[in-house]
């Protein structure tokens, strides 16, 4: 099995599949530190995900957050989760952490390897890589946003509403326990503790083309707060968002991650997803040698954060609403907690995590 890209979803495609007795090997363009501009913050469900896969979440230089607050002028509302914490973490120590798992479990990864192109032959793929041409059973789409899997498959769907993020990270002590969701009528910052001693700030919204500085000074309190703090880093940017696949799977190709079809940053469910992905591809991989049942199983796994993803999408666009619905939400703490449960606490580990199958990948030059 082949997997194009390196990032969370790629690696746990990876891990699940060596932890059926299956071959995997990754290939990522990008070279380490591997880093992607996204707001850092995991939710609980995404963590016992990590810890699934073999991530020692504690050894991680991350920062523990207990709930979301969300703010918008003088209006705010918060809520806690009832099961665990989220944690943040710098997507570079996240990656770190990843590979070291995945090296383990013995999946082979090739970092400065591009994907050329891929062809189905029966129930083989021929892919051209940059290290040489491969025959596998599976090829796995990991490869984010702009998936070239996905385009290349004929399972890429129709353009979406686009919005588009940028991130930094600044020398701060984080000043509180939860991620802050700052709102204005152009867009959002989130504001995610990602070290004892750092902070991550991600802004959201339509324009493609902004200036980090410009668009922080919409969030005057985010300033205030970050007065006298030196950044760490450059500015890194990301989108568009809310990218489609008409569907999850073809012949001998699937999709995970955000390759599969990507709603928006706003739920910070990406890694849970991602890795629940994972799971369910492998399973069924390793149960009949195929992708038949995945994209029902994919469905099912996103069906929650499909809705949830469009209920914020009315407050994206709805900036009136939004604010009566904070209003209500300040008054009823309890109500935000329940949001918050559904959104990013429930997880299902799937059944069956013992090795299956013979090793199904290899390379012929």
């Known amino acids: 099995m082949l997997v194009v890209g390196a990032g969370p979803a790629g690696l746990a495609t990876a891990i699940a599949f060596a932890r059926r007795g299956l071959e995997a090997c990754v290939v990522d363009r990008r070279r380490a530190p591997l880093d992607k501009a996204c707001g850092e913050g995991i939710m609980p469900a995404g963590v016992r995900a990590l810890q699934r896969l073999g991530v020692v979440t504690d050894q991680l ?8 607050r969300f703010v918008e002028g003088a209006i705010a509302c918060e809520g806690r989760f009832a099961g665990g914490t989220g944690l943040g973490v710098r997507r570079t120590e996240l990656s770190r952490a990843l590979i070291d798992v995945a090296t383990r479990a013995g ?12 062809d189905r032959d029966g129930d083989v793929v021929r892919a051209r890589t940059r290290d040489g041409d491969w025959r596998v059973r599976l090829l796995v789409g990991a490869d984010g946003l702009h998936s070239t899997v996905r385009e290349r498959a004929g399972l890429s769907g129709p353009d979406r509403a686009r919005r588009f993020g940028l991130r930094r990270h600044f020398r701060i002590a984080p000043w509180s326990r939860l991620v802050e969701v700052h709102w204005c009528d152009r867009g959002e910052a989130y504001v995610t503790p990602v070290a004892r001693d750092e902070v991550g700030v991600a802004i959201l919204g339509a324009a493609k083309d902004r ?5 922080l000074a919409r969030f005057p309190e985010v300033v205030a707060r970050l007065a006298g703090a030196a950044p760490v880093d450059g500015v890194r940017g990301a989108g568009p968002f809310w990218q489609s696949a008409k569907r999850p799977a073809a012949e001998r190709v699937a999709l995970v991650g955000d390759a599969a079809g990507y709603t928006d940053a706003v739920t910070g469910e990406g890694i849970s997803l991602a890795i629940r992905g994972a799971e369910a591809l492998a399973r069924i991989f390793a149960e009949s040698d195929g992708v038949v049942g995945y994209d029902r199983a994919w469905r099912g796994i996103t069906r929650e954060h499909r809705a949830f993803a469009a209920l914020l999408r009315l407050a994206v666009d709805h900036p009136g609403s939004r604010r009566a619905a904070f209003r209500a939400l300040a008054r009823m703490p309890w109500f935000f907690e ?7 606490e429930v997880d299902q580990a799937l059944p069956g995590t013992g090795p299956r199958c013979e090793a199904s990948a290899s390379p012929t030059s």
Request: charged letters at 40%.
């Open 61 to 68: 230089d991350a920062a523990a957050f207990e709930g979301v």
């Open 107 to 118: 999946v082979e990864i090739r970092l400065g390897c591009s994907l050329r192109d891929f």
């Open 211 to 215: 200036d980090f500085d410009r668009e």
């Open 338 to 344: 329940v949001l918050l449960r559904r959104a990013g």
